[in-house]
């Protein structure tokens, strides 16, 4: 027998109530002189003796009546062979979770396990009565809100059960069953039960993270039922994370990319045929072998036609499940890059900007617009509506303005920095350096001829180039880089350099034969940073003179410009995360959201002051493909601000399922009872078991009836006997 309101059974001390009031008040009887005082005597014996009698019986009831409705408010109720003499079972409050992950998508000679899942949840549907309440989640639904709910009708939750289908988003097991023991926990009824319908992924039932999830156990706890779906051995590859690795992107210029191609069965994956697709054309094709159980790295190159927002996706072979077999990506192939050009005078930039107005590069051809900015007009420029800077010889770093630089950089954008004669290195060290962790120019001036002895000749030339870095990727026609420099980049004669203390933890791309950086990468917060030792004039070397100058600023532009690429790639469940510049809008109206399925979602921007970007964030993604942001102002159109590829989780991939010391662990740290856990089959009978497990009867209409009889009893034995004791009390008298 379990109590559904255990604490009222603490009432029961009030059945002491009539003993104590009974040993307090026992009546004494008086004196009276008769004249025969053994007949009295022999008289008085038999009176005591019945009142006793009719005393003791009046105290039962009384104690009887009161731990009778006791009972009743603590709501008993009866389990086993014996409930069903009594009455039929109690009511009951069911949850039933049907796991909708795509795993559950696999199909096998029986069909989709889905499919059956969905059948066996109807099975349960059939056994419940009327008076039950249910409430039919898929784990999907699971992942927002802390309970479930609200319970309804069978009826109603079968007619639910007919329109569910294979989710994109993958819940882990924990998340659902915790929050279903938090719904039952408010629960009043006699029975409570959680039904859970799942092919028990072991990816999918991996324990809490901290020990704050777990549940403790309680003498209450649910009964919970496991239906499993019989899988087989299922062979099944899948791909996922396709990343871009190339930083600088251009049409007609090769792109980088790569994805993990993942074997999760126990045979061999033998040259499976893996697809790449850009802008809705196939471009690339491999085929892949890989052991059971492992994964690999897929590298290919494409190359786009064209400038925008290029959606692409890698796809394997069809196997057991669909779902894991595409990987989407996108590429976001500038249109237009604004850069500013700042120096104290336009001679300072004469060469900067000489050399990105060169069409030398037909793929960059009209995507650079440059504009000069004064230095005195820099700190109040719209700095933000500009992807770059490029610094010529700057004069004087001034607090306000080493400010809005750094913030410039650490947002996002990208910075190219030529000191020049009239640098001011204390403004630089001491204002600008601190604040994006910058190497600190020497303490001899900027302008300074090298100290006598660094280098045996009269110029310093190129000793060392890093052409693994991502300036160089493409710019030559060979892709391995010989050892002599000399072969591949003609040297500039430098004979002055700004002298800097190392690199400040920054990445030399060329270093000079005295072992000073000639070119220097920094990534402050979000940003890029590239330093540069010489001028931008030939008046310290004669490298704005030399053919590498042009491309090598042309890469050096597009590679800081690409800096805060901002993330567009995510899980199915997450909520996406778009951002464009605030130019790419008409004002701060709300944009809208294009599924892959064509549904809309209208979402409005946040303004970022410090860069000058709108960012939108939509509800979690439910679908699996590319979700384009579109203006409100300009649906159906074809331009697109920009885009986020949305894939399912890479635990799906592996579907073995979980071992029975994981599931026990399991069910112990989410607070379920060994001895209300049951695992069924296909081929078990649920209705047996349930029948078996539920509770039976609640006693409380019992107790309820059975202290009205004993109130009636105890009122009339004692007003009946009240008056035959008064009655004897006249004839003594």
Avoid at 189 to 206: G, P
Avoid at 531 to 557: C, E, Q, Y
Avoid at 710 to 730: C, D, F, M, P, T
Wanted: a neutral charge; glycine letters at 8%.
């Amino acid at each position: 027998m379990t109590f559904l309101n255990p604490l009222v059974l603490f009432g029961l001390a009030a059945a002491a109530i009539p003993v104590l009031i009974h040993l307090l008040s026992r009546r004494k009887l008086r004196t009276i002189d008769f004249s025969s005082l053994r007949f009295l005597k022999e008289l008085q014996q038999t009176s005591i003796k019945r009142l006793r009698i009719r005393q003791m019986l009046l105290l039962i009831l009384r104690v009887l009546l009161i731990v009778s409705v006791v009972l009743a408010f603590a709501r008993p109720v009866l389990r086993g062979s014996v409930a069903g003499i009594l009455g039929n079972e109690g009511a009951s409050s069911v949850i039933i979770l049907l796991d909708d992950s795509p795993s559950m998508g696999v199909r096998n000679e029986r069909g989709e396990i889905f499919a059956r899942a969905r059948d066996a949840a109807a099975e349960i549907l059939a056994l419940c009565r009327e008076n039950d309440r249910v409430i039919l989640s898929t784990l999907s639904a699971t992942a927002l809100g802390d309970t479930l709910g609200p319970p309804g009708t069978p009826a109603a939750a079968l007619a639910t059960l007919r329109s569910l289908t294979v989710a994109k988003t993958s819940v882990p097991l924990s998340t659902a069953l915790k929050k279903a023991r938090r719904t039952l926990s408010i629960a009043s009824t006699a029975n409570r039960e959680i039904y859970v319908l799942t092919d028990v992924q072991a990816t999918q039932c991996a324990l809490p993270e901290t020990p704050g999830d777990s549940l403790a156990p309680g003498p209450d706890s649910p009964a919970l039922f496991l239906l499993t779906s019989a899988r087989g051995p299922v062979e099944n590859a899948g791909i996922h994370r396709a990343e871009i690795l190339s930083s600088i992107l251009a049409s007609g210029r090769p792109v980088s990319l790569q994805a993990e191609v993942q074997n999760g069965g126990d045979r061999p994956l033998q040259e499976s045929v893996v697809s790449v697709y850009l802008d809705g054309a196939r471009v690339a094709q491999h085929t892949v072998t890989l052991a059971p159980r492992s994964t690999s790295v897929l590298s290919v190159s494409v190359v786009p036609k064209r400038r925008g927002i290029l959606p692409g996706y890698f796809l394997l072979e069809d196997d057991a499940l669909d779902a894991d077999n595409r990987a989407n990506f996108v590429l976001a192939i500038p249109p237009r890059i604004r850069v500013a050009l700042a120096g104290p005078s336009p001679a300072e930039t004469h060469y900067a900007a000489l050399a990105l107005t060169l069409a030398g590069d037909s793929s960059l051809a009209g995507v650079i617009t440059a504009e000069r900015i004064d230095e005195e007009k820099l700190p109040a420029s719209d700095l933000e509506s500009y992807d770059a800077l490029i610094l010529c010889g700057i004069r004087d770093f001034t607090p306000a303005l080493a400010e809005r630089l750094a913030a410039f950089v650490s947002n996002g954008k990208g910075l190219v920095f030529f000191p020049g004669s009239a640098t001011n290195v204390a403004s630089y060290n001491r204002n600008l350096a601190p604040r994006l962790g910058l190497p600190l120019f020497s303490s001899r001036d900027a302008g300074a001829s090298p100290p006598a002895g660094r280098t045996t000749a009269s110029f310093l030339s190129f000793a060392k180039v890093d052409y693994a870095h991502p300036i160089f990727a493409g710019l030559f026609e060979t892709e391995t880089a010989p050892r002599d420099a000399a072969t591949r980049i003609a040297s500039p004669e430098i004979r002055r350099t700004a002298g800097i203390n190392g690199a400040g933890g920054g990445t030399v791309v060329i270093e000079l034969g005295n072992g000073e950086p000639f070119l220097t990468e920094l990534r402050p917060g979000n940003g890029r940073f590239l330093l540069f030792t010489v001028d931008a004039l030939p008046d310290w070397s004669d490298f704005p003179l030399k053919g590498i100058f042009a491309p090598l600023l042309h890469r050096s532009l597009l590679y800081v410009a690409s800096g805060g690429r901002a993330e567009r790639s995510f899980t199915a469940g997450e909520p996406l995360r778009l951002t464009v510049r605030r130019s790419s809008v008409s004002g701060q109206n709300p944009a809208v959201v294009v599924a892959p399925s064509g549904l809309e979602e209208r979402v409005a921007p946040r303004f970022r002051t410090s860069t000058g970007t709108l960012s939108y964030e939509t509800s979690p993604a439910s679908e699996t493909g590319i979700y384009t942001l579109r203006g409100a102002d300009r649906i159906g159109s074809k331009d697109v601000l920009d885009a986020a590829a949305v894939d399912v989780a890479p635990s799906e991939t592996d579907l073995h399922p979980a071992g029975q010391e994981l599931l026990e662990r399991l069910w112990r740290r989410l607070g379920f009872a060994d001895e209300r856990v049951r695992t069924l089959g296909p081929t078990d009978d649920l209705e047996r078991t349930v029948r078996e497990s539920r509770y039976g009867v609640e006693l409380w209409k019992f107790f309820a009836g059975l202290a009205f009889v004993i109130a009636v009893a105890e009122s009339l034995l004692a007003r009946n006997w009240g008056r035959q004791e008064k009655a004897a009390e006249g004839e003594l008298s």
